[in-house]
Structures are given as C-alpha cells and as structure tokens.
C-alpha cells in the first residue's frame, strides 16, 4: 500500500459527532414518543425489534455493493440521503402500520452507514488503528450534547416535536458525509483467506456469540429506560443527564482504551467488561428507586458498551484483513446489534408488563452470564497486539 495520504481526522470525527448526535434523538427518547402516540409496550418492542432488526440484512447487503463498486463513500452518502428522505414519511401517518413501514425503509438505509464508515475510518488509518477510539470519542461527545439538550427541551415543549430535530440530525449526517473522502479499494490489500473461513473459527465463532448476547442484554436498557425513569418520577432533564452520564464514561474509557491495551490482552478487557455488565444490570433492576445506584449503574456504561465495543473493534482489525474489513465489520453490526438488538427489544416488549424492569433486567444480566462464560471458555488467551 503505497498510498499515504493525511488522516482526515476532523472530517472523520464530525460525521461520527452528528450520526451519534442523531443516535442520542432516537435511543432514549423514540419509546417515550412511540409511548406519547398511544402504542402498548408490545407494540414498542416491535417497532423498536425492526429499527434495529435491519441491521442483519443492511450492512451485509451495502458493505457488498460497497466493494463492487470500489467507493463505501458513495454508498454511505446514498444512504444517508436516502435515511432522511424516508424517515421525512412520519409526518404523514401515524398508524401502526404505516409507522412500522417507514421504520423499516428509513433504517434499511441508516443502519448501512456506520459498518462501512468503521471500515473507512480503519481505511484511514491504515497502521494507526490505535487511533480509533479518539476519532470515535466525538460520537459519544455528539451523544452527549444532543441527549442533554433534548432532555431540558421536553421540560418546555411536546415530545410530538422529535421527529422534526430527527430528520433535521438525518440531514446533516447526510451534508457531512459530503466532506469525508472516500479512500479507493484499490489500495487496500486482498487477504488471501476467505471471509467465511474467518468467521467460521471457534475463536471468532465464540466472539460473534459474546457480541450477539451483550447487544441482547441491552434490549431493556435501549427501549425501556427512559420509560422506567419516567414511572419512576424522574424528569426529562435528568433523564437526559443520566443518558449522558453512561456516555460520558463510554468517552473516558475510549481515552483511556489506549493505554489499557499496553497493559492488558482483549480478553482480559472483554471478560472484566462483562463481569460489570452483570453487575449494571442487577443494579438497575434491584436499586432503580436509588439515584446514587442509578448513578453508579450509568458510570458503568462505560464497560457494558464502551470497552465491549472498543475491544470488538480491534479484534475485527485482526481478524479481518484488508478488503475483508467491510464484510467483518457488516457482520458485526449484523449478528450484535441487529440480531442481537432485535431479540432484546423482543423479549423485552413481551416481558415489560408481565414483571416490569425487575423482570427484563434480570433476563438482561443471565444473558450476559452466557456471555461471560463463553468468553472465557473460548474466545482465545494469548494478548491481541
């Protein structure tokens, strides 16, 4: 690979500042509007089942269009346009149907764009892929600022108002993806073993398993959070607070993700950040009515998401080499937050007015138990450099 280019390192962090910008208007808050149009939690579930369901056919069926036609910048700018076109059909209707339609269009086309855009970044980086987690820090940061400000927003307006902030996040994700260059296939080396061998490996086996059931014990958190706050009579600024303080961690952990890599192999990361997913879990379903515990259970968002997330990124990096870096990362996003995603929103939608948050919660932190035994038993040992 010959070709040396500078890191567009502001152009990369500001398209992850504004998609997760967007991803702060839509997690926390669309249950609580989807709550506001008169939908039972079943109905939540489902709705909140095909945002994320999506996420097993997208990146797949974009990250290969992406290699065909040479240019993943392209195919992310078309989808980002195409995200906010049809998310702007919320406006017409509000019948279940119709509202499940354009779920369904709008995030076929929103979930292709962060898989390439990981797989661009790393493009970028080439060597520096240590680097990572400081370009993907001004994610959480646009998570941040959008999930505060929404939170004090609700406390003067109408909820009904969200759709028109999203669709406006929608398009300006769209806008930057303009200015991010779009790095040519054609410098990036074919690995000589195919991808599905790859994935196919007990060691890689293993860690698409852990992935899919930590994203499935986050299925209460991502629909019924907010929902559970609100019963419990927390305002919408804290709320929105609360949000942010998991994020805030997540930011501190990205910053410190390198120097922890120095000290510690990925499975040592992985397997101490499920442990405290255990941990978070059991504290939100046994001390929800404590904010000190509320409080805690947030700071430790920054292991249930912030280093599961930064550790499967870098073995994705070891796993999948050159060109296969699209197809492993689509895969990631497909069986984890996809396939993953969808099953906790499900049984989360299904158990919510059998048992509450107590039930769903628990439910939550068994499946990470799953996940912690099969991480140990068969994700590999030796240290991932």
């Not at 086309?109 to 970028?124: D, G, I, K, M, R």
């Not at 998401?305 to 990362?329: D, E, T």
């Not at 039930?359 to 932190?365: F, G, P, R």
Request: one cysteine or more; a neutral charge; proline letters at 3%.
């Amino acid at each position: 690979m010959t070709d040396q280019k500078p890191v567009p390192y502001w152009r990369l962090s500001g398209f992850y500042f504004i998609y997760f910008a967007a991803l702060g208007s839509i997690i926390p808050y669309w249950a609580i509007y989807l709550q506001s149009a008169g939908y039972n939690a079943v109905d939540i579930g489902f709705l909140v089942a095909i945002l994320l369901g999506t996420k097993v056919v997208a990146p797949n069926i974009w990250s290969w269009i992406s290699e065909c036609t040479d240019r993943p910048m392209v195919m992310i700018r078309l989808a980002s346009l195409l995200a906010a076109i049809t998310f702007a059909g919320i406006f017409l209707d509000e019948g279940f149907w119709w509202v499940a339609t354009v779920t369904l269009l709008f995030s076929f086309f929103w979930n292709a764009s962060l898989p390439q855009f990981e797989a661009v970044t790393l493009f970028h980086l080439r060597e520096g892929s240590h680097r990572y987690s400081l370009i993907r820090t001004w994610g959480s940061v646009g998570f941040i600022v959008v999930v505060i400000a929404i939170g004090k927003w609700l406390e003067q307006t109408s909820i009904a108002q969200l759709p028109i902030l999203i669709v406006s996040l929608l398009a300006a994700i769209w806008l930057m993806s303009l200015l991010v260059p779009s790095p040519s296939l054609k410098a990036v080396e074919e690995d000589e073993v195919p991808w599905l061998s790859i994935a196919k490996s007990p060691h890689v086996l293993a860690f698409f398993i852990v992935c899919f059931l930590v994203q499935a014990s986050h299925g209460p958190y991502y629909v019924f959070y907010t929902i559970s706050l609100d019963q419990q009579g927390y305002s919408a600024g804290a709320t929105g607070e609360l949000w942010a303080l998991g994020v805030v961690a997540e930011v501190v952990l990205f910053m410190m993700m390198h120097h922890l890599l120095k000290r510690y192999s990925l499975r040592t990361i992985l397997l101490a950040g499920l442990f405290l997913t255990i941990l978070r879990w059991l504290l939100i379903a046994y001390q929800r009515d404590s904010f000190m515990a509320l409080f805690f259970a947030q700071l430790l968002h920054a292991a249930s998401f912030g280093s599961n997330h930064a550790v499967a990124i870098h073995l994705l990096h070891r796993y999948f080499k050159g060109r296969n870096q699209l197809k492993g990362q689509a895969l990631y996003s497909a069986v984890s937050f996809g396939l993953g995603g969808v099953i906790g929103s499900l049984y989360s939608g299904y158990l919510w007015d059998e048992g509450g948050a107590e039930v769903i919660y628990l439910v939550a932190a068994l499946i990470t138990l799953l996940a912690l035994f099969i991480g140990w038993k068969w994700v590999e040992r030796e240290p991932i450099k």
